[in-house]
């Protein structure tokens, strides 16, 4: 019998829909025997080549049966298999046969792409380099789904068949298409949940208080052009519309349900939506993992997977579709006040159709910035809150929105990660189209985790999102409020432009000399250069202003600049070759007053290419649908700040991966599994371990010697040379110089033997042995290390090393893998990056050996998860090379990292 070739898992299909994946069972024969029954004649034939359907039930027999020595999965969907996929290794060479029949009734979903994905990868895995299919000639379907999979595929014809041969090794090609369907897929089942045909509602109450009728009553006041069906076994007629006892009562079909009944009789609701062909389920009840039943969240996610619905929530108020007129929430739907006054409740209660796409997992946190966001004129494309996210979560929503029209921002507000290295991969994508804005709360260190390197100390959860969210190209917020202020700028105006070697350079035009000054401090100090307008601009703005103004940068109009010399100030700074952005300081109620300043700067900044943005003091809001306004200065130039960032990382030259020589990953694996084979809960490399390891990499580490004496100490010493240097070692010891436990520049056997008497009586039995150097020459200390995060994966650090390791707090993460020209960005980040480059009168070191060392590091980190911490403390670097004199590393068990190959839900 088969062994199994994957785990079980939910995958998504082309059309939305969800086959759940497994290894073949000898248990489904008799399932495999109903799939050929229902087979066609003509599928039989293509897949078998044989008329009728007798050698196929023959071959299900031998599939299932003991001797059967091949790799098989099927495929379910609604709890019927409906396919099976198989390889079947050849003994004496490094291939296999591979084969596939589907049900014909999923023909064209991408299923048998689905399949043979997952063949590929693992035949791969299990060191097959090509996979055999014979295919007739007249079977085109099959053809195209073996030349679309993304692997090199050579073909060979011969009397009416095609002989096939597929190399399965990934490649670039193959996670670019699995990619594409991923995001096909996933786009095509949300829109069953944000742009439905027809919505019931379970749970439709006829009491104004109840949340079932809030959400009815929304959907019928936000105008949803499709029925709605309010499902009430108690009512006749609810929100004016007929109501109806349960879902087989219906008379039409409905895409999306909406739960709103109480959390005992979810279950039951959501096997008679299944049952009834609903595609989406909204589940707003409370009840579930977080009041700690676990049990039923996890029974209605599979009710949904087994018969292919998505589900947003349990426990969420809802989603929105401004632009298909969904309101299928239970958000309150009272007047907001705006920045013109009072608004009154639209067809969207506080929601206005806009470019902002939002995900909140707090539904307290969702109601604030969308009450926020209509006082803003911050329109709304769509929205969902997703509750406990026991189904679609931020990744989902993301691929959604990444080629939705009516979205141009993104923000989501995040408690945690679902799948955090799958939410680095979407939004790198997605950020170099459209911006991305997180809040993520939990920013306070953990302090459940013993850790016991400087790395791992420094890294911790809340670095980790940092570091991959800066990576993914993601604007990470604090707060609400700097979320919209950020949201805004983006929304409505371009991306901020300037040379890179300069900073984005701002113009600033004010009527007072105080906020135009405390602007032009804020820009300076995040980043942001103020420089003096060139001679022609002063002279256009002399030309054109009263002669009290000063006309350098800031623009100061004085306090009797009106509306008009406003118009004509900013209308002059934008036609400056030199100005990347132009920021209006605006103090009411002087000059023109506020209402007719507005007008002057919606009117000058009208289709201007160069980013345009105000303070109007006190005053937050949008002028003229196009320019934002922040009552602070502060405000503004944060937003500004975000801004100029993304868009540097939006064009920022994209290094090819780094091409290393000198790696061996096939000894660097025995290494670590011969290790753990021997200590299971892992432990502290000693010393020659550690040095073998990084050794597999091209990892430079100082010439070492281990003495367990005070002899063998002076023996080494003559080994390595002298001067030498002596380290205390044992497995508990980390801050070694702390203890006593690093003696330099001992220059004769003598000295080399006090020393380690000297340490090992002053440290005692934790002191197991030492480490004997040569001494190094005099360079920059520096520490490159690594980290295992359980959620986010490998982690890699530079910064400065030895003693000040922890004391500066000066520090560069990166997700590996990464190449040279990230390195060098690390190390550039350093407050201590002059050292390296000839630092008063010192010569440069050698920063391309120590950007080497930072990049082996991350290749090692990210080929080897079960290295859950290492320290290179310090990396000596010197005009000759960087060398490691000190090497820490932690072994763990660690899962597998999930491919990125392999399509599932998670």
């Known amino acids: 019998m088969t062994r199994p070739i994957a785990e079980e898992c939910d995958a998504l299909l082309r059309d939305g829909g969800i086959a759940h994946i497994r290894p073949l069972r000898a248990s489904d024969r008799e399932a495999l025997h109903a799939l050929v029954a229902r087979s066609s004649e003509r599928s039989a034939y293509l ?31 609604g709890g019927t298999l409906v396919g099976v996929a198989e390889y079947i290794p050849d003994h004496h060479r490094p291939s296999a046969d591979v084969g596939i029949l589907l049900d014909d009734q999923v023909h064209g979903q991408g299923l048998g792409t689905l399949l043979l994905e997952y063949i590929a990868i693992d035949a791969a895995a299990n060191g097959l380099q090509e ?7 007249d079977n085109r379907p099959m053809l195209r789904v073996i030349g679309d999979l993304g692997l090199p595929v050579t073909r060979r014809y011969d009397s009416g068949e095609v002989e096939i041969r597929i190399a399965p090794q990934p490649t670039a090609r193959l996670l670019e298409e699995i990619e594409t369907r991923e995001h096909e897929a996933e786009r095509n089942s949300l829109a069953h949940v944000l742009a439905p045909q027809s919505v019931a509602v379970i749970g439709a109450s006829r009491d104004p208080t109840k949340i079932g009728h809030r959400v009815l009553r929304n959907l019928v006041d936000g105008g949803f052009p499709g029925p709605v069906y309010p499902v009430n076994p108690h009512a006749t007629e609810v929100c004016g519309l007929p109501a ?49 039943d676990d049990g039923a969240e ?12 998505r589900l947003v929530g349990p426990n969420c108020l809802g989603v929105v579709n401004t632009g298909a007129s969904l309101n299928a929430s239970f958000l309150p739907g009272r007047p ?55 189904d679609v979560s931020g990744n989902d929503l993301l691929e959604y929105w990444e080629d939705d029209p009516d979205t141009g921002v993104i923000a989501l507000y995040l408690e945690s990660f679902g ?69 805004r700028l983006l929304a409505f105006q371009p991306l901020p432009a300037g040379p890179t070697e300069t900073g984005v350079r701002v113009a600033i035009v004010g009527n007072s000399g105080g906020p135009g000054a405390m602007t032009a401090d804020a820009c300076e100090q995040r ?155 892992g432990r502290w490399l000693d010393t020659r371990t550690a040095i073998s390891l990084l050794s597999c990499y091209g990892i430079h580490v100082a010439e070492s010697v281990i003495a367990d004496s005070p002899e063998t100490a002076a023996e080494a010493a003559d080994l390595v040379g002298l001067p030498a240097v002596v380290k205390a070692s044992g497995p508990d010891l980390v801050h070694k110089s702390d203890v006593g436990g690093v003696r330099l520049d001992l220059r004769t056997p003598g000295e080399v033997r006090q020393a380690y008497r000297d340490m090992a009586e002053r440290i005692g039995p934790a002191m197991t042995g030492a480490i004997v150097q040569r001494m190094a020459a005099d360079g920059v200390e520096m520490i490159v290390g690594g980290v295992a995060h359980e959620a986010f994966g490998p982690l ?69 998860p079960e290295i859950a911490e290492l320290d290179l403390n310090p990396v000596i670097v010197t005009p000759a090379g960087a060398v490691a004199v000190d090497v820490r590393i932690r072994l763990a068990p660690a899962s597998p990292c999930p491919s990125p190959y392999r399509r599932r839900l998670r």
Not at 47 to 76: C, E, I, N, Q, W
Not at 131 to 137: D, G, H
Not at 298 to 309: K, N
Request: with cysteine; net charge neutral.
């Open 47 to 77: 897949r078998f080549f044989a008329g009728g359907t007798a050698t196929a039930h023959a071959y299900m027999d031998r599939l299932t049966g003991p001797d059967y020595a091949g790799h098989a999965l099927v495929a379910l969907i």
């Open 131 to 137: 996979l055999l299919a014979t295919v007739l000639a």
């Open 244 to 292: 109806y006892p349960d879902l087989a009562a219906l008379p039409g079909h409905a895409e999306l349900g909406v739960i709103a009944t109480p959390a005992a009789t979810v279950l039951d609701a959501a096997r008679d939506c299944a049952q009834h062909g609903v595609r989406g389920l909204v589940v707003l009840t409370a009840g579930f993992a977080e009041t700690g």
């Open 298 to 309: 996890r029974e209605l996610l599979r009710i949904c997977r087994e018969m292919g619905m």
């Open 336 to 390: 907001a006040r705006g920045p013109l006054g009072l608004m009154s409740r639209g067809p969207l209660g506080l929601m206005s159709r806009g470019p902002l796409g939002l995900m909140s997992q707090s539904g307290a946190v969702a109601v604030a910035v969308l009450d926020r966001a209509a006082e803003l004129g911050l329109g709304v494309s769509s929205f969902a809150s997703v509750g406990n996210k026991a």
């Open 419 to 487: 799948n955090p290295r799958r939410f680095g991969r979407i939004a790198r994508r997605i950020s170099a189209r459209k911006p991305i804005i997180v809040v993520k709360s939990g920013r306070s260190p953990s302090g459940d985790r013993a850790v016991h390197s400087h790395t791992a100390a420094a890294a911790t959860p809340d670095v980790a999102v940092d570091t991959l969210l800066r990576a993914s190209g993601v604007i990470r917020e604090d707060s609400v409020r700097d979320l919209l202020d950020t949201a």
């Open 527 to 681: 980043g942001l250069v103020v420089p003096e307008l060139s001679p022609a601009t002063q002279q256009a703005l002399r030309s054109r202003l009263r002669t009290a103004a000063a006309v350098r940068n800031p623009v100061d109009l004085t306090a009797e600049g009106d509306a008009g010399e406003f118009a004509s100030a900013i209308e002059t700074v934008l036609t400056d070759p030199d100005v990347d952005v132009v920021l209006v300081v605006y103090t009411p109620p002087f000059g023109s007053g506020l209402d007719a300043t507005r007008d002057a700067i919606a009117t000058a900044a009208a289709g201007s290419a160069t980013t345009v943005l105000a303070c109007i003091a006190g005053h937050d809001g949008l002028i003229g649908g196009a320019v934002p306004s922040y009552a602070f200065p502060e405000q503004a130039v944060h937003a500004l700040s975000r801004a100029a960032d993304y868009a540097s990382w939006r064009t920022r030259p994209v290094a090819p991966p780094e091409d290393m020589t000198g790696l061996d990953l096939r000894t660097a694996r025995a290494i670590v599994e011969r290790d753990l084979a021997a200590h299971p809960e």
């Open 796 to 864: 890699i650090m530079a910064g400065p090393g030895g003693v000040t390791a922890e004391l500066l707090a000066d520090r560069a993460f990166r997700v590996p893998p990464i190449n040279r020209a990230e390195a060098a960005e690390m190390l550039g980040e350093l407050r201590c990056a002059p050292l390296l480059s000839g630092y008063r009168g010192r010569p440069r070191a050698d920063i391309e050996a120590l950007e080497s060392q930072i990049v082996r590091v991350g290749r090692l980190m990210d080929d080897l």
